[in-house]
């Protein structure tokens, strides 16, 4: 199952494409980036990112786009 977490953390990472200003910009560590987008790669089964030089892969092309309404949205929803 994917995590609206990871989601969030690769769209970010792919419009900063560094992985150390996603960390800042969402308040975490680069290695919990790190993370998030190793569980995501594990989860989806494919590479989504070249990291040098810093690149999506044809894979992380399509999630990115199928990922970012998703995404836009949640910033909308509040916990109960």
């Known amino acids: 199952m994917l995590d609206l977490h990871w989601l969030n953390t690769f769209v970010t990472l792919a419009r900063l494409e560094h992985f150390?200003?996603?960390?800042?910009?969402?308040?975490m560590t680069q290695p919990n980036v790190s993370l998030h987008i190793k569980q995501l790669e594990q989860t989806t089964r494919v590479k989504l990112i070249e990291r040098n030089p810093f690149r999506l892969t044809q894979a992380g092309e399509r999630l990115l786009h199928s990922a970012n309404v998703p995404c836009r949205n949640c910033r909308f929803v509040r916990p109960i």
């Open 20 to 27: 150390g200003k996603t960390a800042a910009e969402l308040h």
